[in-house]
């Protein structure tokens, strides 16, 4: 539990000065929050973004 709570406080400290920025940093910070997502989800059900032979899995 404690870990989540630094992990949390830590993602504020990144986001609100990334979310008042606003624009293209904001665009590319969910583009890649989004990517993450995707493939954390695929990796949960055994698939990969990449197949595994090529050597590139998130």
Do not use: C, D, Y
């Not at 008042?20 to 929050?33: A, E, K, M, R, V």
């Amino acid at each position: 539990m404690k870990v989540r709570v630094i992990t949390a406080i830590v993602a504020l400290i990144i986001f609100i000065p990334i979310l008042l920025l606003g624009g293209n940093t904001l665009l590319i910070l969910s583009l890649l929050l989004g990517i993450v997502g995707i493939s954390e989800f695929l990796r949960m059900k055994h698939r990969f973004l990449f197949p595994q032979k090529h050597g590139l899995v998130f």
